[in-house]
């Protein structure tokens, strides 16, 4: 099982040879995708952008490509379904009709597998136009080997959240698996689009996942993304954001499962007075990494971008947010907010945070901050002097902390099965 | 409420206690029967916020001699939470916010806590919502308060009502008010010892820590203690307020 990182790298450029025929655009993107991987290689630990982040524990396998995917039963996935969205479901990586739903899609939204819309021009116009590989081989993999993926495309006001759920089996051998999505906000749209990481069983699986959101003129996108894949798994994301003028995109991110998970989030503000809020909560335990890796660049005037970003690192966890805001020459007065808060449950647990601002004009107002504390001893004493345990106390504190990021979510179900799976998750930890 | 036949709740003998190795408390007697109310004085540091803390068992301090008796128990060998769940509450002089966490749901968790330790069923939301909506009038709070978080943006006054709010949901045995008067108006004032007096009962007891003896006019204490250098020094009645309101603290200084 134990292999090296070049070992590791050449068995997932073998990839799927029976992968999908595709239309001519796309094949010559993925042979220059290929090229690049090739080149590129995995990230080395010297690399600025993964300087924090040790990913030997996932070059110690061999990922294999899905070319089939188990048959799942609805019963399966009960637990992280959302009542009244439109869902997409995907098996390890492969698009699954019979547990999707699309009967709350409503009008003005399509919703649909990546590979039965390659025809259609929207694809094409925006398909790896946002995300690319040139400097990144887990993108560049991800193009050249994705199965299929989710396409949205919203015009008018979508009725219901769309949930993309990308589910991972425990497989015999590790497996390789590439969530793809591309989301189209047309002008003046308004969607809720939540991509779903969820593992079953505790397999080991490499979700190498790539999302591309483009939101036009006044268009606005809450968008939601939560990873919570099985603890022996490994998650790579990448997200890419352009924004048109007056256009609104909310991100709220979450991290809680793999053992090693990465999300590069990168927004531009393409357009003038368009605003960008960033959510973001880590909350790990164990051996777990978790790396979240988010840029805006505000490249037109009167931006607007708000950011918190929160880890809660557990056991001997390891969190790392490097958060880097570019505002360029021509964004006058661009107003921008960001603020880092951690908080460390353990003595051998772990977190970096790196805000990174970066102005080229005068006519700005940038704010940021970064905290890194401890459960408030104050408070602990506080709730045992009203009769609660201290691990009961320390979980309310904790929760309380995370709430303050997961309540953000506009799905009240979805809030509400979070906190639920959170509390949970704790109790079991602790008992 | 003064009865010699009355069970005792606390009995603290020589008690002795430090924080960061500095001796603090330097030897405290005091026995609270069912029914008293208790009045502790003294000036800044002379030791009568620590004993409070010591009592409850703020991980700060240290007990360094002498026992602590509640109900019979050693309080010293249980844990701050065993000690609440015993029926021992500290109204703080300073209370905590906690964002996240609503007014009403830690009523209801600490509540429920007492109530399993009791062996009593817990309450759901509804029906604790009954209960709690006729504890708010105890201090004449909103109910708006309970959606809020606990201390949250809440004004010193009503941080001082909350703590009052929770000892009438918890309906501690004995119950022990740090400063609860300091930075409160005369409305706020009356307010909070009309609260503490409603749920007074022969069967509980209160010890207030207090600098001013304008608290002692609405709560009257059966007993006046002044702490000084660690120690208690003097116990009288109601009028050694009233005495120390008039003379000050100095005639009854320690010498160093």
Known sequence: ?431 | MISKNSKVLLEVRNLKAAVDGIEILKGVDLTVRAGEVHAIMGINGSGKSTFSKVLTGHPDYTVTGGTALFEGRDLFELEPEQRARAGLFLAFQYPVEIPGVSNSALLRLAYNTLQTERGLEELDPLEFDDLVQEKLKVVEMDPSFLGRSVNEGFSGGEKKRNEILQMAVLEPRLAILDETDSGLDIDALRIVANGVNSLLTPDNAVVMVTHYQRLLNYIVPDYVHVMDGGRIVRTGGKELALELEERGYDWLRVAA
């Open chain 1, 1 to 431: 099982m134990t292999g090296t990182k070049a070992q590791c790298f050449e068995r997932l450029l073998l990839g799927n040879p029976g992968n999908p025929e595709s239309g001519s655009w796309l094949e010559a993107i993925r042979a220059a995708a290929l090229d690049t991987a090739k080149a590129l290689n995995f990230p080395s630990e010297r690399h600025d952008d993964w300087r924090f982040t040790d990913l030997s524990p996932l070059f110690q396998h061999d990922f294999h490509p899905v070319d089939s995917y188990a048959g799942l039963a609805r019963a399966d996935i009960e637990a992280f379904l959302i009542p009244g969205s439109a869902r997409l479901v995907f098996v390890d990586g492969c698009f699954a009709p019979e547990l999707s739903d699309l009967s709350q899609a409503g009008q003005g939204v399509i919703v649909k597998s990546l590979a039965e819309c390659l025809g259609d021009k929207r694809v094409e116009a925006h398909f790896a136009q946002h995300v690319s590989f040139e400097k990144d081989a887990f993108s560049a993999l991800n193009t050249r080997f994705f199965e299929d993926g989710a396409f949205v495309h919203v015009s008018g006001e979508a009725a219901a959240p769309v949930h993309i759920l990308h589910v991972a089996t425990r497989r015999d051998t590790p497996s390789a698996i590439y969530p793809r999505s591309l989301v189209v906000m047309e002008a003046n749209s308004r969607a809720t689009v939540i991509e779903d990481y969820v593992g079953l069983g505790d397999g080991i699986n490499l979700s190498n996942a790539v999302t591309e959101v483009v939101l036009k003129e006044y268009a606005q996108l809450q968008h939601v993304r939560v990873q919570r894949e099985a603890k022996s798994a490994f998650h790579i994301g990448r997200c890419s954001v352009a924004a048109a003028q007056g256009s609104v995109y909310t991100s709220t991110s979450l991290a809680f499962g793999a053992r090693v998970s990465r999300l590069a989030l990168h927004v531009t503000q393409r357009g003038e007075g368009a605003e960008i809020h960033l959510n973001g909560l880590a909350l790990i335990g164990g051996r777990q990494i978790a790396d979240t890796h988010t840029r805006i660049d505000h490249a037109a005037p009167r931006g607007k971008s708000v950011q918190l970003h929160k880890c809660i690192a557990d056991g001997a966890a390891h969190a790392v947010f490097s958060g880097k805001i570019i505002v360029h020459e021509g964004a006058t007065g661009t107003d921008s907010a960001q603020s880092s808060r951690n908080l460390l449950l353990s003595g051998k647990a772990h977190i970096d945070t790196q805000p990174q601002l970066e102005i080229f004009n005068d006519d700005v107002s940038c704010k940021h901050g970064a905290t890194v504390g401890q459960i408030d001893a104050d408070a602990l004493f506080f709730l045992k002097s009203r009769g609660l345990t201290g691990e009961r106390a320390r979980n309310l504190l904790t929760h309380a902390f995370a709430a303050e990021i997961i309540d953000r979510i506009p799905v009240p179900a979805l809030v509400e099965s979070l906190g639920r799976t959170m509390l949970d998750e704790r109790m079991k930890v602790s008992a």
